[in-house]
């Protein structure tokens, strides 16, 4: 389940960070830990993206995504998360509703997040990567099952081989279990170890029809260099 965060008009992309990490996301990790503890459905890992600048201004800017791993899809709430505030960062944030993926992962290479020995151990942080998340919208009219197809198939090959090529270490693809009723047909997640990787990955990567059912124009390129980690 992944949950897309913008902040709303008069918030800081810093202010909205910062109560992020210190309220929201160890509310989120007692409530799991309260679940898992009562034999209840819940989460087994929870990871924030922070996102930078759009590599293209194309599409939407976001400031983050946080990501939930569950065993089974969760129904989407009668409302969006925040339409009535529970903690300052929802206050921050414009109201978001969970977007549900299936995750392949593609080439499993792992970047660690902060052994902390002198607070919490939860929430941590990870860094010392360049993470490129690609939000793909499909054309009007596709076959998603050609899609994913394709996509799981030769594109993901594809990708990882250039990728493994430049330098590149993890690579992970999330399909929408529900494409023709959400913006996204899913999205693509890469890992480099800097910012000059994945610009010779977008140089060196060839066409393989993938082209034919995704819409550039309306693909939104994120990158980011931080992770906040809150259940590993």
Excluded: C
């Amino acid at each position: 389940m992944n949950y897309l965060i913008r902040r709303r008009q008069e918030t800081s992309r810093e202010e909205l960070l910062v109560h992020w990490f210190a309220n929201h996301m160890p509310a989120v990790i007692e409530a799991q830990s309260v679940a898992k503890e009562k034999g209840n459905l819940h989460a087994h890992k929870y990871i924030a993206t922070v996102f930078e600048d759009p590599e293209r201004p194309i599409g939407e800017s976001w400031d983050g995504m946080a990501q939930l791993w569950w065993e089974k899809e969760l129904k989407q709430p009668k409302q969006d998360h925040g339409t009535v505030p529970t903690d300052t960062f929802q206050e921050l944030a414009e109201p978001y509703r969970p977007w549900a993926t299936h995750e392949y992962i593609i080439l499993n290479g792992e970047n660690p997040f902060r052994q902390i020995t002198l607070n919490n151990q939860f929430p941590s942080t990870s860094s010392g990567f360049y993470k490129a998340t690609f939000l793909v919208t499909a054309k009007k009219g596709t076959d998603y099952d050609q899609l994913f197809s394709h996509w799981a198939g030769a594109h993901a090959q594809n990708a990882k081989s250039t990728l493994e090529r430049v330098g590149g270490f993890r690579y992970v693809i999330g399909h929408s279990t529900n494409p023709s009723q959400t913006r996204h047909a899913g999205m693509a997640e890469l890992y480099f170890d800097n910012k000059q990787q994945f610009a010779d990955f977008n140089s060196e990567l060839k066409p393989d029809g993938m082209e034919q059912w995704v819409d550039p124009e309306k693909m939104t390129i994120l990158g980011s260099t931080t992770k906040m980690v809150g259940i590993p």
